[in-house]
Every structure is written in structure tokens, then in C-alpha cells.
């Protein structure tokens, strides 16, 4: 059965799916928030009688096993932000050189979400764990014997894109907002706690065990299996839209290198646009839905959850660099400190996320847009360590309550059919920040 909840005209309808042990839902795939995003309310779903007997889970995934599935994922470019020296030490090559890893984790991750949850649909639960844990298990056995950066490069994208597939798993069994929470709870620890723990473990270890935390995940998948039965999600006869999601993935990467090569980046970015943009007469109902390209609103929600998510994911590297230089400290304490900002600014996400239910759309979006505009000003004006550490809060504040709340802005300006593929282009534009920011961190402070 579901609820609906109707608060106010500037809060459109939403339908919550409220899980009972003969109900059936369809899974909304959930979103990627990297420090790690996929905010609450990004999860919404409703009930429905075309769901295929396989997809039936036999009964709900505990809650602490669908966040141990997703969370771990967070720490996938936020662990990078301390370490990159040693990386670059240990490969004989510059830290710009080495951040080409978190660029390419961003867009393995941005263009995983939605092709992921497009296996979902039609392969269902179980054909999605097999994948995605084969994915992260081949990319960690990569990144372990990598003693070169491409072999590196393929080993995290292998990984992310498997991650990813994970987290679309528990966000589409979350099923209430409150196991949604505690997911989305694990995603804050996890990325906040990410840099830290990836230079503890690389000053005891090894970088390379660094990189591969996310491996963590697979210790729920045999819990959540015994949750789930074979066959797909929801019946679908259309084929999957192979040109549309290639034109897709190639847009994702051109976009990607814009900042590292804006001319040639530029004119492929224009080819490939033309050319998805003639693909969509073709096949309007592809991959890429002509309708929501049609949408104001979630046009407006994806650009601005882009612009957040590339300020925040902008600052996680460049603030640790200027904290550094102000105050003479070392990778440990700057940890701790930057440790101690991002689990202040999630927190108070939290509170923006509990209240927007009650506050309208502009008065949210106002928050929003106004915070992040003053964040990029504050680091770029005042180079204390405090104020600095603060401008990282508010950055992180901004991202994920932007991700939560905007999600449900997009996904309810579109119909209900539409809103799996909403969630999945909406996380995309999301997790573009996270290959933009290192990018744009890259050429201001990590050259």
C-alpha cells in the first residue's frame, strides 16, 4: 500500500511506499552522494501490480545491512583526499598525474548510476548483486596488483561502477524513509571519515589497501541474497537502448576532461551532444527520455545539484591543501579537522532535510543557492584554517541537502512511469561534481 502526502502547493505530491509483508514495490532507484551522496527523499517509489513474482523480496533487508551494502562506496574519492602525495610518490609521478584516479572515479561512478539501474529494471535484484560484486571484487584485484597508473585507472573505475550498482540495490530496498535515513546516515560516516582513515591505513599499510575500502560492501551482499529471488524488477519489452546510453557515457567523459582540456574537450562535448541530439529523434523513449529534457523543473534541480556537488567535491581538495600551507600541520591532524567539519556540515544537512517538508520550494532553493554561492567566496577571500574548515561544512551542508531535497523536486515534476530513469539521469548530473571538482581542485592547488 502506500501513503500520499500532500503538504502544500509548493510541495508536490509525494508517494512514500509503506512496506508490509504481502505489498510489492517497485524500487525508485536511489541516487550517489560522494561524500557520499545519495540523500534522503531521493528515494520514492510506489506500489504497483505489474511487478514481475521473481522480484518479490522475501521479506525487508535489515536496514544496517542495506547501509554496510551502500555506505562504504563514500569513501571511494573522499579517502583519496590526503594521499594523493603518496600515490604520486609511489607511482614516480606528479599529484596532478595521480588525480586523474579521482576524476575517473567520478565518471565511472556518474555514469554507472543510471546504466546500473537500468540492469535492475530488467534483470532484477539478485542478477544486479552478481554483477556488482563481481565488479568491485575484479577492480580491487587491479588496484592491488597495479604498479602503474592505467592498470590503477581501470582497476577504481571497474570498482566504482560496481559500487554503484550495489548502492542502487539497497536504495531500491530501502523501502521507508526511515531505513532510508540510516542508509543515507552510513554514506555521511563513510565520507566523512574517508580521508582519514585512507592516510592511517596508508601511513600502516599501504596506499593501495587504502583504495580499496569499498570492498567492505560485499560482507552484506550474502545477507541481502537470501532477501531476494531471480527475475526482473518490472517487465519491460522495449530493448535497452544501446546507441542512446553509448552517446551517453561518451557526452559523461567529455564533460569530464573539459577542465583538464577545454578546447578539445568543448568541440567533443558539441559532436557528441549533436549527435545524442539526433539519436533522440530517432528513439525519444530511449535512454534518455525526451521528457525530461522537456521538464523545467527537473532541469533546474539536476543543474543546481551539479553546481553544489562540484563545489563541494571542489573544496574536499582544495581546503585540506590551504589548511595545510596556513598552518604547518600534517595529513593526520588535517584528517582529523576536516573529519570533524564534514560530520558537523552532514549533521546539519539532516536538519534542512527534516525541515524542508514544512518550508516552500523557493525558501529552499534561497538556502541553497545563496550557501553555495557564499562558500566558493569565503575560500577564496579568507585563508584561515578555522574559517577555511568552516567553508568545508557549509559545502557539505549545501551537497547533501541539495541532493535530498532537489531529488524530490525532480522526480515529482515527472510522471510516475518516468521517475526511475529520473533518479537515475538526476544522480548523474550529481556525480558529474565528483569528477569536476578534483578536476578544478587539480588545477588550482594540486599541480
Known amino acids: 500500500m502506500t501513503r500520499v502526502m500532500n503538504d502544500s502547493l509548493d510541495h508536490p505530491t509525494v508517494t512514500m511506499p509503506v512496506v508490509s509483508p504481502p505489498t510489492t514495490i517497485m524500487p525508485i532507484v536511489g541516487t550517489i552522494e560522494l561524500h557520499g551522496v545519495y540523500g534522503a527523499g531521493a528515494l520514492i517509489g510506489e506500489s504497483t501490480s505489474e511487478q514481475e513474482p521473481g522480484a518479490r523480496a522475501r521479506g525487508q533487508v535489515p536496514a544496517f545491512w542495506l547501509a554496510l551494502l551502500a555506505a562504504p562506496l563514500a569513501s571511494s574519492l573522499s579517502g583519496l583526499a590526503l594521499i594523493l602525495p603518496d600515490m604520486a610518490r609511489g607511482l614516480g609521478t606528479s599529484v596532478e598525474t595521480v588525480s586523474w584516479l579521482v576524476t575517473a572515479v567520478g565518471w565511472a561512478i556518474a555514469v554507472g548510476a543510471p546504466l546500473m539501474a537500468d540492469l535492475l529494471r530488467r534483470r532484477g535484484t539478485r542478477t544486479m548483486l552478481v554483477t556488482s560484486t563481481s565488479l568491485v571484487l575484479v577492480g580491487m584485484v587491479c588496484v592491488l596488483a597495479s604498479a602503474s597508473l592505467p592498470l590503477l585507472l581501470v582497476g577504481r573505475a571497474v570498482q566504482a561502477v560496481g559500487g554503484a550498482g550495489l548502492v542502487t540495490i539497497a536504495m531500491s530496498l530501502a523501502g521507508t524513509a526511515k531505513r532510508m535515513g540510516l542508509i543515507t546516515a552510513g554514506f555521511g560516516v563513510c565520507g566523512a571519515v574517508g580521508p582519514l582513515a585512507g592516510a592511517v591505513i596508508t601511513d600502516a599499510l599501504s596506499w593501495h589497501i587504502a583504495l580499496i575500502l569499498p570492498v567492505v560492501s560485499l560482507l552484506?551482499?550474502?545477507?541481502?541474497?537470501?532477501?531476494?529471488?531471480?527475475?526482473?524488477?518490472?517487465?519491460?519489452?522495449?530493448?535497452?537502448?544501446?546507441?542512446?546510453?553509448?552517446?551517453?557515457?561518451?557526452?559523461?567523459?567529455?564533460?569530464?576532461?573539459?577542465?583538464?582540456?577545454?578546447?578539445?574537450?568543448?568541440?567533443?562535448?558539441?559532436?557528441?551532444?549533436?549527435?545524442?541530439?539526433?539519436?533522440?529523434?530517432?528513439?525519444?523513449?530511449?535512454?534518455?527520455?525526451?521528457?525530461?529534457?522537456?521538464?523545467?523543473?527537473?532541469?533546474?534541480?539536476?543543474?543546481?545539484?551539479?553546481?553544489?556537488?562540484?563545489?563541494?567535491?571542489?573544496?574536499?581538495?582544495?581546503?585540506p591543501r590551504l589548511v595545510r600551507?596556513?598552518?604547518?600541520?600534517?595529513?593526520?591532524?588535517?584528517?582529523?579537522?576536516?573529519?570533524?567539519?564534514?560530520?558537523?556540515?552532514?549533521?546539519?544537512?539532516?536538519?534542512?532535510?527534516?525541515?524542508?517538508?514544512?518550508?516552500?520550494?523557493?525558501?529552499?532553493?534561497?538556502?541553497?543557492?545563496?550557501?553555495?554561492?557564499?562558500?566558493?567566496?569565503?575560500?577564496?577571500?579568507?585563508?584561515?584554517?578555522?574559517?577555511?574548515?568552516?567553508a568545508l561544512a557549509i559545502a557539505?551542508?549545501?551537497?547533501?541537502?541539495?541532493?535530498?531535497?532537489?531529488?524530490?523536486?525532480?522526480?515529482?515534476?515527472?510522471?510516475?512511469?518516468?521517475?526511475?530513469?529520473?533518479?537515475?539521469?538526476?544522480?548523474?548530473?550529481?556525480?558529474?561534481?565528483?569528477?569536476?571538482?578534483?578536476?578544478?581542485?587539480?588545477?588550482?592547488?594540486?599541480?
Request: charged share 5%; glycine share 8%.
Open 325 to 390: 600551507i596556513a598552518t604547518g600541520w600534517g595529513s593526520g591532524q588535517v584528517g582529523v579537522w576536516q573529519m570533524i567539519a564534514l560530520l558537523v556540515g552532514s549533521a546539519l544537512s539532516w536538519v534542512l532535510t527534516a525541515l524542508s517538508a514544512r518550508m516552500s520550494r523557493l525558501t529552499v532553493l534561497i538556502v541553497l543557492i545563496c550557501l553555495g554561492a557564499l562558500v566558493p567566496l569565503i575560500v577564496a577571500v579568507v585563508p584561515w584554517a578555522p574559517v577555511l574548515l568552516a
Open 220 to 319: 552484506a551482499v550474502p545477507v541481502v541474497v537470501r532477501f531476494t529471488t531471480a527475475g526482473p524488477v518490472a517487465a519491460t519489452t522495449s530493448r535497452f537502448d544501446v546507441v542512446g546510453a553509448g552517446l551517453l557515457v561518451a557526452l559523461v567523459a567529455g564533460l569530464v576532461f573539459v577542465p583538464r582540456f577545454p578546447v578539445l574537450a568543448v568541440v567533443g562535448v558539441l559532436v557528441m551532444a549533436g549527435l545524442l541530439a539526433a539519436h533522440l529523434r530517432v528513439r525519444p523513449d530511449g535512454f534518455v527520455p525526451v521528457a525530461l529534457l522537456r521538464t523545467p523543473v527537473f532541469l533546474l534541480s539536476s543543474g543546481l545539484a551539479l553546481a553544489l556537488s562540484t563545489s563541494y567535491f571542489t573544496l574536499l581538495y582544495v581546503v
Open 396 to 447: 557539505v551542508f549545501t551537497a547533501s541537502a541539495g541532493q535530498a531535497t532537489l531529488a524530490v523536486f525532480a522526480t515529482n515534476s515527472v510522471s510516475n512511469q518516468r521517475r526511475p530513469t529520473a533518479i537515475g539521469m538526476f544522480n548523474l548530473c550529481y556525480q558529474l561534481g565528483g569528477a569536476f571538482g578534483p578536476a578544478i581542485a587539480t588545477l588550482l592547488v594540486l599541480r
